[in-house]
């Protein structure tokens, strides 16, 4: 486990160095005397590769959640130099023969299903990374791989520095008007904290309220600010971050677009989206676009619907001007308020940090019969408020591990939720190494030595979080390169996350974590059934901004030019017109900080979204089939779910996962019904 106490900025580079030379002794080493077997070649790999693992994973950890400007500076420094050494282990033709040999050998009989995905993943991978690239065409690709792994770099430190950069004080009460109480106490907190020296500290009722881009404050503020002004511009300041000064990520968008340009063509493909999917489920970008269009057009007419709807709510409350898109969330909030008398801030006080962690781990308790303990001490962490926890099975047997992460740091922690490994499970000739995830939030953080007090937006993203986890957690593979989510088709992996979002609309698992913070009193029953019954309200839009995200990526990696005279922010308005009912701001220039698809793992894969969603909900179709309330059949559908969706990994394809565990091809109706927009 990672020594988080310790760990200092100053150890980062010499522990990188001296871990990267180990490194290339022992592939040094492999690569002139492997023997073509899997404990000849494929085994020895995996170790070098923990090691990369084991130095360069919490590092890359701690600059997501603990960034600094001394921190920034040495991963800059280091990451090349992990990328060549990564390079030159996926570009060694003696490796890469080897693999082919045992494809080709009587031993591929003796391989297991896992092993043999594993083999024909990596000759693929050695393939994407130039293996029979010319020398002069593969020094070239490794060049655009160093400078794509800067320019992700450098795009995510913009988008964290242009978040924190803006802040907006507001004084007069009158511009506050109708503000929860939550939004408040965080935004006269964040006031202090960023005046330390002052005599007189803001308060919730008087201010100063201090106004930042970071979500627990600028979602609510758009939702709920009477003050168009103050609404509009911050929601301009949110669509602009990081589009202009010396953190303007408009050049790092095009030369990031121009060399995954470059690099697919050197590889033999048309685009960056043809290579983007040479490894996932879908086959085609057409596959892709059939999708994404067949949704949008099923979407279209209801989204216009329910902007009538908001229209005809302003309109009622003196408000004649068309809806602008700093109207939307508040205009949607306030039907959403009337449609079904009530508001999210009645809501916050059912869910404290504590219960719904609670809830969830009964839940899982439930469904995955996994028992989830608290071992707080038991290692170190890199924050205060950061948990950890053990996974134990039904016979008190400790699985898994994992670190909790919760709540919003918008001065070092990057935006967003997210799953990432931390240890892998894999088996040694010791036995097996327990899997530890690294589980990150940015809820609600607590206020007045209350805990956090959540949304039920962040309940959601909780959960999402959480089924990342057990994928990782649960699995039963013990191969390093397909255990967990390690080998899964990137458009597959948001299965268990988006499954586990659909339980917090389950009456029993809702009930179980919502209890009032002061009283203690259950979720009153009207109030379960109107947030039940608001479920799907503005269903039509939101999946609409989805495709929007979904529809821009795929045209940017197959369709633009990003040498020719039409801008990103053309294609992007583009998009906007078949796809968001409501007129995009010319300037808007939202795609410098789409941190998924230019510092993420999204390119060209952010339909994945859409496309595991159709896996998620048919899957929990399978659970509403049986009765949810129906204790043994979930039980049995609960392991059956266990057993293949978590347990298999990356060790077959995800089709044949999914139709172990559903006994059929997956179908999309499902989707369309939780979503409200067919029968």
Known sequence: ??????????HVEPAVKQMLKDVEERFDKLENNYRPTWDGLVDPLAEISLL?????????????????????????????????????????????????????????????????????????????????????????????????????TIFQNNVLDATKNYSKIVNDKKDIEGMPKSFLNLASQAYNNSNKDLEKKATPEEGPWLVTLDAPCFVPLLEHCRNRDI?????????????????????????????????ANLLGYENYADLSLSRKMADSVNDVYKLENELRVTAWEHAKGELEDLKEIARNNGK???????????????????????????????????????????????????EIKSADGETSVWHKDVKFFKV??????????????????????????????????????????????????????????????????????????????????????????ASGINGVEWDAVELPSQFMENWCYHRGTLMAMARHIDTGKSLPEELYQ?????????????????????????????????????TVFELQQEVAKITAVVKQLPEDRFLCAFSHIFAGGYAAGYYSYKWAEVLSADAFSAFEEVGLDNEKAIAEVGMRFKNTILAL??????????????????????LLRHNGLQG
């Open 392 to 481: 134990f099975d039904n016979q008190n047997s400790h699985i898994a591990s994992f670190y909790l992460d919760p709540y919003s740091r918008p001065e070092n922690k990057r935006g967003g939720a997210w799953m990432n490994d931390c240890i892998v499970r894999h088996r040694t000739k010791d036995g097996i190494v327990l899997p530890v995830a690294y589980l990150v939030c940015n809820c609600t953080p607590p206020l007045d030595g209350k805990p956090s007090l959540m949304t039920f937006r962040e309940v959601e993203t909780l959960f999402h979080e959480f089924g990342h986890g057990l994928q990782h957690m649960l699995t039963k593979v013990e191969y390093v390169d």
């Open 530 to 566: 109107k947030l039940c019954a608001a479920k799907n309200f503005n269903a039509a839009q939101a999946m609409l901004r989805q495709i929007y995200f979904g529809l821009i990526d795929m045209d940017l990696h197959s369709k633009f030019d990003p040498w020719g005279t039409k």
């Open 52 to 152: 990369i693992h084991h130095v360069w994973s919490p590092v890359s950890h701690l600059n997501a959640v603990c960034n600094s400007s001394e921190l920034r500076a040495v991963y800059e420094r280091v990451q090349g130099d992990v990328v060549s050494v990564s390079l030159k282990i996926q570009q060694s033709k003696p490796i890469y023969q080897g693999l082919k040999e045992i494809k080709d050998s009587k031993e591929w009989d003796k391989l297991d299903d896992a092993q043999r995905r594993i083999i024909e993943d990596k000759i693929l991978g050695a393939e994407l990374n130039g293996i029979a690239l010319a020398d002069k065409e593969r020094d070239r690709f490794n060049e655009i791989s160093r400078r794509l792994s800067e320019l992700q």
């Open 1 to 10: 486990m990672p020594k988080f106490d310790l760990i200092r900025t100053e």
């Open 320 to 370: 004649n001007d068309e809806i602008t898109v700093w109207d939307l969330s508040f205009w949607s909030k306030r039907l959403q308020e009337k449609r079904f008398q009530f508001t999210d801030e009645e809501l916050r006080p059912y869910f404290s940090f504590p219960n719904v962690l609670e809830g969830l781990f009964q839940l899982v308790k439930r469904i995955f019969d996994i």
């Open 231 to 263: 609404r509009e511009e911050v929601y301009r300041a949110y669509v602009t971050r990081a589009s202009e000064g010396e953190i303007d990520n408009t050049g790092n968008i095009l030369e990031i677009l121009k060399l995954r340009q470059e690099e």
């Open 649 to 670: 990994g990356g060790g077959k394809h995800p089709s044949k996962v999914f139709e172990e565990f559903r006994g059929r091809e997956p179908r999309t109706d499902a």
